[in-house]
């Protein structure tokens, strides 16, 4: 079993950043995917950023590209996803998520997650 804890979410105002953080206990998530979704009101959950087991490759959604930035230390089983100049619709609850071990690609797909932290809200106001 993993537990996820997202942490670093808040209010705050265009173009600015936020730092958010997943920390995982239980099972070890070295070996694991590693993927951030969020989820606006009334949308589907949708895939923000995502890394490998080493954290060298990360991969991003369209969303996310040049202004995320997902990092990971497998020392300490934490997950951090940088998010600067944030906009309105950056609104929603942001989730960590761990794909099954050994996994050899980076899933896009909530549903190849296996396990997932209760979310962080993060508000961006105008």
């Known amino acids: 079993q993993v537990q996820l804890v997202e942490s670093g979410g808040g209010l705050v105002q265009v173009g600015g950043s936020l730092r958010l953080a997943c920390a995982a206990s239980?099972?070890?998530?070295?070996?694991?995917?590693i993927g951030w979704f969020r989820q606006a009101s009334g949308k589907e959950r949708e895939f923000v950023a995502g890394?490998?087991?080493?954290?060298?490759?990360?991969l991003y959604g369209d969303s996310a590209k040049g202004r995320f930035t997902i990092s990971r230390d497998n020392a300490k089983n934490t997950v951090t996803l940088q998010m600067n100049s944030l906009k309105v619709e950056d609104t929603a609850r942001y989730y960590c998520?761990?794909?099954?071990?050994?996994?050899?690609?980076?899933?896009?797909?909530?549903?190849?997650?296996?396990?997932w932290g209760h979310g962080t809200q993060v508000t961006v106001s105008a």
């Open positions: 890394i490998d087991w080493g954290g060298h490759l990360p």
């Open positions: 239980g099972q070890s998530i070295n070996q694991r995917q």
């Open positions: 998520a761990a794909a099954p071990a050994l996994e050899t690609a980076i899933p896009k797909d909530p549903n190849d997650y296996n396990y």
